[in-house]
Every structure is written in structure tokens, then in C-alpha cells.
């Protein structure tokens, strides 16, 4: 039970270790590859929502965002900025996890 719970605890420490452990090994790298499919598909999701916004906005609401207004263009400026942020972050961030997985796998094979 203490072996669980310092392994739950030590994934949330500032600094990880590299666990000793082959399963354990293989199974944060086989997590560390899901979460970056998760997030690269949360960031395509916002992607299609901000692009059908930004086709679909101005004639559902012709009133709040007239494209011919200049005070609709930060709205639509926003409708492209924000995905662009999200693609940005999470390419940042599936960049670490790779890192990450690439360091495991060699611990992995240097245990071999």
C-alpha cells in the first residue's frame, strides 16, 4: 500500500524520477503517448469549432458580428487567435512529453 502511494505522490513531485521499475516504465511511457494523442485531438476539436465560428458566426448572428463593422474584427480576430494559442500550446507541451518518453525508453532499454 505505501509503495502505491508514494508511486501516486511521486507523480506530482516537481522533479520526477525515473522509476527502476520495467512495468512501471512502460506504463508511463504507454500514458505519456495517450496524452499526447488526447491533447493533439482536444486542440484539432477547438480548431473545427473556431473555423465553423468563424464561417458560421456572422450570418447567425448578423447583428453582433457584421464583418463590414470594424468592432466585430476582434471578434473574429479572437475566433482565429485562440486556436491558434491552443495549437501552440499543446505543440509545447507534446514536445516535453516526448522528451520525457524519449528517457524513458532509454531507461528501459539500458535495463534490458
Given at each position: 500500500m505505501n509503495k502505491i502511494v508514494k508511486n501516486v505522490f511521486?507523480?506530482?513531485?516537481?522533479?520526477?524520477?525515473?522509476?527502476?521499475?520495467?512495468n512501471m516504465l512502460?506504463?508511463?511511457i504507454s500514458e505519456?503517448?495517450?496524452?499526447?494523442i488526447l491533447y493533439t485531438l482536444e486542440s484539432l476539436t477547438v480548431s473545427m469549432l473556431a473555423l465553423l465560428l468563424f464561417i458560421g458566426a456572422p450570418s447567425v448572428f448578423p447583428e453582433i458580428i457584421n464583418p463590414y463593422l470594424p468592432s466585430s474584427l476582434k471578434i473574429m480576430q479572437a475566433l482565429v487567435a485562440?486556436?491558434?494559442?491552443?495549437?501552440?500550446?499543446?505543440?509545447?507541451?507534446?514536445l516535453f512529453?516526448?522528451?520525457?518518453?524519449?528517457?524513458?525508453?532509454?531507461?528501459?532499454?539500458?535495463k534490458k
Amino acid at each position: 500500500m505505501n509503495k502505491i502511494v508514494k508511486n501516486v505522490f511521486s507523480k506530482f513531485s516537481s522533479k520526477e524520477k525515473i522509476s527502476t521499475d520495467k512495468n512501471m516504465l512502460m506504463f508511463q511511457i504507454s500514458e505519456l503517448k495517450k496524452d499526447k494523442i488526447l491533447y493533439t485531438l482536444e486542440s484539432l476539436t477547438v480548431s473545427m469549432l473556431a473555423l465553423l465560428l468563424f464561417i458560421g458566426a456572422p450570418s447567425v448572428f448578423p447583428e453582433i458580428i457584421n464583418p463590414y463593422l470594424p468592432s466585430s474584427l476582434k471578434i473574429m480576430q479572437a475566433l482565429v487567435a485562440v486556436p491558434v494559442a491552443v495549437s501552440v500550446l499543446v505543440l509545447i507541451t507534446n514536445l516535453f512529453r516526448w522528451i520525457k518518453i524519449m528517457k524513458f525508453q532509454k531507461a528501459l532499454s539500458s535495463k534490458k
